[in-house]
């Protein structure tokens, strides 16, 4: 049976978080395309620094949300090492390399294919292809049961967007 909520490989995981990275930047680097131009850099050097940025910065993220993937799981019950959670939630990330730079385009106001309610669209499926395959991931690195590899997501996903609502 073919899913689309299937995470990528254990031996590519770590390129999940890779590309979402990439993505983030190459969105924020059109969104942001006058200023970019503007730096008084060559042009490679100004795309340089800004895929950088976007890395650390996604990075970033993905060890804090990878974090408070290992405390839930451990909240219920998983015995899995902090780097094996670290990897799933980098598995998961595939429906993010299309969202990401979309979201940012979106909410830069460059982007005219974008309107609220695809963007609403957009971002629901997205936010529930990322929880799938996270269930999955968690599921294979965790041991755990469907029902608590889906609370495992669920618990990640409101600690992390109750955060955000803080901002």
Do not use: H
Not at 42 to 55: E, K, R
């Amino acid at each position: 049976m073919v899913s689309l909520a299937r995470p990528l490989p254990e031996r590519l995981a770590g390129i999940g978080v890779l590309m979402l990275g990439v993505a983030w930047s190459l969105g924020m680097a059109l969104a942001n395309w006058d200023q970019v131009r503007a730096a008084g850099l060559p042009m490679g050097s100004a795309l340089l620094m800004t895929t950088v940025g976007g890395m650390l910065t996604v990075a970033g993220v993905w060890f804090g949300v990878g974090a408070v993937a290992w405390a839930m799981g451990r909240l219920l019950g998983g015995k899995a090492r902090f780097v094996r959670v670290l990897f799933a939630v980098s598995a998961a990330a595939p429906p993010l390399w299309v969202a990401a730079p979309v979201a940012i385009l979106a909410l830069n106001g460059e982007s005219s294919i974008a309107p609220l309610l695809g963007l609403v669209v957009l971002g629901t499926a997205t936010a529930l292809g990322f929880l799938a395959s996270l269930v999955t991931a968690l599921r294979a690195v965790e041991g755990f049961s469907w029902y608590r590899a889906c609370g495992c997501a669920v618990l990640t996903f409101m600690f992390c967007a109750s955060y955000l609502s803080l901002q």
